[in-house]
């Protein structure tokens, strides 16, 4: 049975199991140049090693939990991406998180940063799952609590509205540039202007540690220059979560555009959109009725957020569009047959930026 060994040198070696052992590429590339009669060292302490080692051992479980023809795949893709992860398979990640006792954001990060030494695709996919989905559904103001965002770097209301209002994957502006980049440092004292020298010096405060949520993004990937835990976790997240973030800050800001403006990204491979329950009852619609009934769904569906709601019912849409002469595309300020917008709505689609009707 493989041994690993602390970088701190304290406590036994800690023992894994060839099915453990075959989850980390790392692993099992130092086993196979080696003869496997010294414990392997690794970059961590006692403490961290141990709770890797534990989950790597619950991963097992959920391997040999699932069909046998997705075996070979959860070992070394680790955990697929939105509608293709099944909810039997999420509740046996999430049974196996519970059970180590990894519940926060920041436990989260800082088990995904102790893994990526191991190169183990299946718990880094899982963690990064589970990031995804404490994002999903929280408003920008969440999102920075959750994230221990300070003010530094927030944007205005105005810049805000305008970033909710451009399409999801559209690209910074030039003149959003220096939007992007950290918050320029504070001039030094003795550099103020001479008729403020004489303004009275205040003690500096103490200095106050930040809360724990604060330290999620340094925890995830320490000095990493590409962040690249951070970028596993935010292409497993859904439109709306992403565009939310693009207000959260700058540096958040800039984040997100690198999963969306990237065509070769996961997420621009395989978009994760947000359906509404609305939205999905609609779309449940145009498989029935007479075809002025569905020409009256369609005009409806327009009223979607056509940002991240409206793509994920293409599969209902696009058909009929093909064979529908009375789509409103085609007259946009009107309703097709007639048929009125719904109550409180208005007759041209509210979301002007972002429609493709408009």
């Known amino acids: 049975m493989p041994q690993l060994r602390s970088i701190d040198g304290h406590g036994l070696p800690v023992e894994l199991s060839e099915q453990a052992t075959r989850l980390s590429t790392t692993l099992q590339n130092t086993l196979d140049d080696t003869a496997g009669d010294a414990p392997v060292p690794v970059p961590l302490g006692a403490a961290h090693l141990g709770r890797v080692a534990a989950l790597l051992e619950r991963m097992v479980a959920v391997v040999e939990g699932a069909p046998e023809e997705r075996r070979a795949e959860l070992r070394t893709q680790g955990l697929p991406r939105g509608a293709t992860l099944d909810d039997e398979l999420c ?105 403020k020298a004489a303004a009275p010096v205040e003690s500096p405060a103490v200095p106050v540690p930040p809360p724990a949520a604060r330290l ?51 997420w621009r491979q395989q978009p994760i959109w947000s359906p509404s329950a609305e939205g999905r009852a609609l779309a449940a619609q145009l498989g029935s009725g007479s075809a002025h009934e569905r020409c009256k769904v369609l005009w409806r569906m327009c009223m979607l957020d056509c940002g991240v709601d409206l793509p994920s019912h293409a599969w209902a849409v696009v058909p009929l569009l093909e064979a529908a002469a009375c789509w409103p595309g085609r007259a946009p300020r009107s309703a097709p047959c007639g048929a009125a917008p719904p109550a409180g709505r208005s007759a041209r689609p509210p979301c002007t930026a972002r429609c493709p009707t408009s």
Do not use: I
């Not at 030494?117 to 994002?135: C, I, N, Q, S």
């Not at 976790?233 to 700058?250: F, H, I």
């Open 91 to 195: 509740a046996a990640t999430e049974a196996a998180l519970a059970a180590q006792g990894v519940v926060s954001l920041l436990d989260l990060a800082q088990l995904l940063r102790e893994l990526r030494w191991f190169d183990a695709a299946l718990p880094t996919t899982m963690l990064a799952e589970r990031v995804a989905r404490l994002l999903r559904g929280q408003p920008a103001a969440a999102l920075r609590e959750l994230l221990g965002e300070t003010s530094n770097g927030f944007l205005s209301a105005d810049k805000m509205s305008a970033v909710l209002a451009e399409p999801l994957c559209a690209p910074a502006a030039e003149t959003d540039g220096a939007a992007a980049e950290p918050a320029a440092e504070a001039a030094p004292a003795d550099s103020a202007p001479a008729d």
């Open 216 to 266: 999620v993004s340094l925890a995830m990937d320490d000095s990493d220059p590409f962040e690249g835990n951070m970028m596993a976790c935010l292409e497993r997240c859904d439109a709306s979560t992403l565009r939310e973030l693009k207000v959260v800050s700058a540096a958040w800001q800039r984040r997100a555009r690198a999963v969306l403006c990237d065509a070769a990204s996961a």
